[in-house]
């Protein structure tokens, strides 16, 4: 295992990390014994980061990890999330404190290393970059939290509006983001062509880096559109829910991981070549995979270990994201 700077937070990470939501299913629905089992496998492997929510599986996920990680007690970093809604404002700092000290008991944690907003930041309805960094607002909410020891570092989930989110990553009040990025949707890192069908990012990985904040992969499997019907099997969640991302509805990424496929093949198989593309960008700390099953957590490390796609499929990678227009 690789392990790469958490931006300027000092902590040093896998590249691989450990994600404990819905879609893969297993630390919401897995058995006790199925969870010691994977997150052993995990350490074993050298994975020390894993990310939670109290969205994910209404608890269950931060309250089987924490039962896990008590029965095991590795040397791990753990990050947790808060979700703020526009009608939490009124009262915002009960609300996020009230979040922060449910999570810690469901983990049975005296502290997380991170605490991240859960919420997409938009510039319309919802949470806007204003509510987010004005006086009293999340950003300020937060920092109390952390000056409580409560939390170590702060994050947002990179979500919504670019131009919101790209405010809110400038503001420097955070530590870390949170990046859609992968095979299918690359604009948190590159330069995608005019007219490209998804939501372009506009490089906000490259944004974040610069001013020291770590980045953290998120949906690099595309909801598990880049595996296929194997990545349905074991504890995966059977449907995925509302799209992330502009342009990322589940029926929409299939069709681009076929387009894609018709291009490149399946060599490297494309769960694998999804690892290995995040992991190219070096502005990116680490990939959060999540896991239906153990044996996805071993073909996540290897694919790891395997380096930099080739050059060939590189090319027809930026073929596929050229004819992927609206």
Same mark, same amino acid.
């Not at 938009?122 to 300020?140: F, M």
């Given at each position: 295992?690789?392990?790469? *700077? ?26 006790? *014994?199925?969870? =010691?089992? !994977? ?5 074993? +492997? ?7 929510? %109290? ?10 990890? $924490? ?24 009262? +915002? ?7 922060? *000290? ?5 983990? $049975? ?38 000056? @409580? ?25 955070? &530590?870390?983001? #949170?990046?859609?990025?992968? +095979? ?5 890192? @590159? ?8 939501? &372009?990012?506009? #490089? ?19 909801? $598990? ?10 504890? !995966? ?11 990322? *509805?589940?029926?929409? /990424? ?8 018709? +291009? ?17 960008? %070096?502005? =990116? ?17 290897? !694919?790891?270990? @395997? ?7 590189? @090319?027809?990678? /930026? ?6 227009? &609206?």
């Amino acid at each position: 295992m690789n392990y790469r *700077e958490l931006g300027t937070t000092g902590l040093s990470i896998s590249e691989i990390g450990f994600g404990c939501g819905s879609i893969g299913g297993l630390m919401v629905r897995g058995t006790f *014994e199925e969870q =010691v089992a !994977a997150v052993s496998r995990a350490v074993e +492997l050298g994975i020390n980061y894993f990310d939670t929510a %109290p969205d994910y599986g209404r608890g269950r996920s931060e309250t089987n990890l $924490g039962k896990v990680l008590a029965h095991l007690k590795p040397d791990v970093h753990v990050g947790t999330k808060v979700r703020v809604n526009p009608e939490n404002l009124a009262d +915002l700092e009960r609300f996020v404190t009230s979040s922060v *000290e449910t999570s810690l008991a469901r983990l $049975g944690r005296e502290h997380v290393d991170l605490l991240q907003l859960h919420s997409p930041i938009v510039n319309g309805a919802g949470i806007t970059s204003d509510d987010v960094l004005r006086t009293g607002g999340v950003a300020d909410v937060f920092e109390k939290i952390r000056s @409580r020891g409560l939390v170590r570092f702060l994050g947002i989930t990179g979500l919504g509006d670019t131009a919101a989110i790209k405010a809110v990553i400038g503001s420097r009040r955070f &530590d870390t983001v #949170q990046a859609y990025y992968n +095979l299918i949707n690359p604009s948190a890192g @590159r330069v995608v062509p005019s007219g490209f069908g998804g939501q &372009d990012f506009g #490089q906000l990985i490259g944004l974040a880096g610069g001013l020291g904040m770590g980045v953290l992969v998120i949906r690099v499997m595309a909801a $598990g559109a880049l595996g296929g019907a194997a990545a349905r099997t074991g504890y !995966a969640s059977p449907t995925v829910g509302g799209a992330l991302a502009g342009g990322a *509805e589940y029926a929409r /990424e299939e069709r681009r991981v076929r387009a894609l496929l018709s +291009l490149a093949g399946d060599e490297p198989p494309l769960p694998e070549a999804a690892v290995r593309f995040a992991l190219m960008e %070096p502005r =990116v700390s680490t990939v959060l995979v999540g896991y239906s099953d153990i044996g996805q957590i071993d073909t996540a490390v290897g !694919a790891a270990a @395997r380096g930099p796609l080739p050059a060939a499929f590189m @090319r027809h990678l /930026e073929e596929a994201w050229a004819k992927d227009t &609206d």
